[in-house]
């Protein structure tokens, strides 16, 4: 099975999702749960889109016939406005409310006035566009955003902008989504750490600190913990994690070995176990604890961070890995693919935007990585300038 068909397979248990409401100020990075309408226009008045001087239609006219035009009034941006004595200028600054009967505003720079200082007495335009219409300008209500535009989504993750564009509008809560609480167990005796000091063989535990910083980068709250190869106590551990979490990934114990922990204590009744056609990564597995859907990874350090971004993001995002494949063009040497699997490489990319993949598929290789590379099954071949398929990691 490739692992876009796998993928098809634990797409369908979605995660519960609850909400929250929050200050808009500490929204950045977070997810709105549902579309925010505009309630009001942006924006709400008209304003001036320059430093410079409102012009009447008769001012105007005595502008172009180069004559100088008087001036009536001065509105700084956040001051009341003022209306234009007919013939005459009014200077505005650049977000100030414009008098009704402005036909333009002639910027600063278009004139003989300082840029700064107290406002003239008098102005004389030096020039004007060709074409010049009225409205020149001039920003009307609602010109930006009218009420009942759309300015966020349902599932947008809100971004800088959209704090500031939240606050324009003076929003200041926002509904988002909770942030998932993800457990995490790592699997294996050879992991524990007081085997350092007993002389046994023992193995760094990479993928907890591994899978923990992965949790924490898409915005979730990772809920760590570790287990040998004893079956009830993985399943001790495995149901104290299933009501307080969103999803519970294991790593470790689903091969074809003597203590494979994890396929031992849910095989046939919470959980499927199977290979798929993939290089590295295949072992896979997928249940349900209670409510809660179990990811079940390889233990290998590698596999599990591949795993991870494939599968965990596929379900975290509700997104299926086929759609979630960016075009890139290749720049490397040739690959041939596995004969019997689709094959996952590092790749960077280069100064001219290509990407161009490592020697080997290390966790090392993976660490200073862009993307990570799709090599389809032989006889599919890989050359450079070829449009191939990648994921960001």
């Not at 300008?137 to 500031?164: C, F, H, K, Q, Y």
Request: net charge negative; proline share 7%.
């Amino acid at each position: 099975m490739d692992p876009e068909d796998y993928c098809e397979l634990i797409i369908s248990a979605a995660l519960s999702r609850t909400v929250e409401t929050i200050p808009t100020v500490s929204a950045i990075g977070r997810i709105a749960s549902n579309d925010v309408i505009a309630g009001v226009p942006i924006p709400a008045f008209v304003t001036s889109a320059m430093d410079g001087f409102a012009l009447d239609e008769m001012a105007l006219r005595r502008a172009r016939a180069g004559a100088e035009v008087a001036m009536s009034g001065d509105v700084p941006a956040g001051a009341l406005p003022v209306e234009i004595t007919p013939g005459t200028a009014v200077r505005v600054m650049t977000g100030a409310q414009v008098p009704t009967t402005a036909e333009v505003v002639v910027p600063v720079e278009f004139t003989d006035a300082g840029r700064t200082g107290p406002a003239p007495e008098r102005i004389r335009v030096s020039s004007l566009p060709d074409g010049l219409r009225a409205g020149w300008n001039i920003r009307s209500v609602g010109e930006d955003t009218l009420i009942g535009d759309t300015v966020m989504r349902a599932g947008e993750t809100i971004s800088a902008a959209g704090v500031g564009t939240l606050a324009m509008m003076g929003h200041e809560t926002i509904s988002v989504q909770r942030p998932l609480r993800i457990g995490l167990i790592v699997t294996g005796d050879e992991l524990r750490a007081d085997l350092a000091d007993s002389g046994q063989p023992f193995i760094h535990n990479s993928n907890l600190p591994m899978l923990s910083s992965a949790v924490t980068k898409v915005g979730a709250s990772p809920v760590e913990r570790s287990c040998g190869d004893d079956p009830a106590a993985f399943r001790r551990i495995l149901d104290e994690l299933a009501d307080s979490v969103d999803l519970i990934i294991t790593t470790g114990g689903i091969s074809a070995g003597a203590f494979e922990v994890v396929r031992q204590a849910l095989g046939g009744d919470h959980s499927t176990f199977l290979r798929l056609a993939l290089r590295p990564g295949g072992p896979q597995g997928y249940g349900r604890c209670a409510d809660t859907p179990l990811l079940h990874f390889p233990g290998t350090p590698t596999g599990a961070f591949l795993s991870f971004h494939l599968f965990a993001r596929s379900l975290i995002d509700a997104r299926a890995l086929g759609s979630r494949w960016k075009k890139a063009v290749y720049a490397g040497p040739e690959i041939i693919g596995h004969t019997k699997a689709v094959s996952l490489a590092p790749g960077r990319f280069n100064p001219a935007g290509d990407v161009e993949p490592t020697d080997r598929s290390r966790l090392r290789d993976f660490a200073d990585a862009d993307v990570i590379i799709r090599v389809p099954r032989a006889p599919g071949t890989m050359r450079t300038g070829d449009i191939i398929a990648v994921l960001d990691c």
